[in-house]
């Protein structure tokens, strides 16, 4: 892009703008909503169909009081999540992990895990093979 001082003031314009629309979501996150980062599983991560794993999120950001502390975690394949199938529910969202067994589905899809306290968190991309 040419910066002249047209796009320059248009861009300093909306980054303002950007800043005011973000600011109240991260507040309203420092106080009691909670969207823990998943560590794993991560990107490259390979996990046979039928098999368990631990899934694991960050609790170390977790606010004094949380909204909603009961979690769910659910699959989502080629970025469509299945909520109607969950792997895990009913588990504190403050474990920071928990259990579920990796689900018969064909290999070949970008599957990602998505966490629900209060808001769906996912997971980046990863590979199941079956
Ligand atoms: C999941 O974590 C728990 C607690 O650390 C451990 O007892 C269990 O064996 C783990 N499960 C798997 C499949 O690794
Ligand atoms: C958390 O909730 C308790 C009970 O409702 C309240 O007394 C306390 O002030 C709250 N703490 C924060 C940091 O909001
Ligand atoms: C995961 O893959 C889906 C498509 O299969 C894509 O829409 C989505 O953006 C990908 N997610 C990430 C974090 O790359």
């Known amino acids: 892009m040419i910066m002249t001082p047209f796009t320059t003031f248009l861009l300093t314009l909306l980054s303002l703008f950007a800043f005011a629309i973000a600011l109240p979501i991260s507040n309203l996150q420092a106080r009691d909503v909670f969207v823990p980062p998943i560590l794993y599983p991560h990107a490259g991560t390979v996990w046979q169909a039928g098999n368990h794993h631990n899934v694991t999120w960050d609790i170390s950001g977790a606010p004094v009081n949380i909204t909603n502390k009961v979690g769910m975690v659910i699959l989502a394949t080629n970025g469509l999540e299945d909520i109607e199938h969950p792997l895990a529910s009913n588990f504190n969202i403050l474990d920071g992990r928990v259990e579920i067994q990796v689900p018969d589905v064909p290999t070949g899809n970008?599957?990602?895990?998505?966490?629900?306290?209060?808001?769906?968190?996912?997971?980046?991309?990863?590979?199941?093979?079956?």
């Open 110 to 130: 970008n599957y990602a895990i998505v966490l629900f306290g209060d808001s769906g968190n996912f997971s980046p991309n990863f590979t199941i093979i079956n």
